[in-house]
């Protein structure tokens, strides 16, 4: 099983299996709601490894990084995020979220391995919701 992960907007970030360590897709009610919640939120969170030795995907983590520090006033804050999983050469589940932004970016070096690692945490925005597409089961690449 793999996990790809991209992001597009005023620039690419391209992430395949290599990088990808894990996902979680999140629909988030209200804590406190005793029935479906009209004030809900979809996200997603991405782990990933930073690969400096092999130079892949360095560039494309100092994007996410970038694209974390966009303040809200600026529209490119917003960008189109897609999850794939992809087993056995077919697509499992595809989460594509049209409106992403950053809520929690971290990252960390480790410099005995020469390697490091991410983590990501988006949401769509909220007025948009509906636009969150979940697909899956049918071939991949």
């Keep these: 099983m793999g996990i790809r992960f991209r992001v597009t907007g005023s ?3 391209d992430f395949d299996e290599r990088s990808i360590v894990n996902a ?3 629909s988030e009610s209200p804590k406190d709601s005793n029935a479906k919640a009209t004030d809900y939120g979809l996200g997603v969170k991405v782990w990933g490894r930073v690969l400096y030795n092999v130079g892949a995907d360095s560039d494309d983590v100092l994007k996410l990084a970038k694209w974390s ?7 490119d804050c917003y960008r189109v995020a897609e999850v794939t999983v992809v087993s056995a050469g077919a697509v499992v589940r595809k989460y594509v979220i049209p409106n992403a932004f ?3 970016y971290s990252e960390r070096a480790d410099d ?3 390697t490091g690692e991410f983590y990501i945490h988006i949401r769509q925005k ?3 919701n509906a636009k969150v597409t979940v697909e899956g089961g049918y071939a991949g690449e």
């Design 112 to 114: 005995v391995s020469g």
């Design 11 to 13: 620039e690419v970030a």
């Design 102 to 104: 950053v809520v929690e």
């Design 69 to 75: 520090q966009i303040p809200s006033e600026n529209a």
């Design 126 to 128: 909220k007025d948009n």
């Design 24 to 26: 979680e897709f999140l």
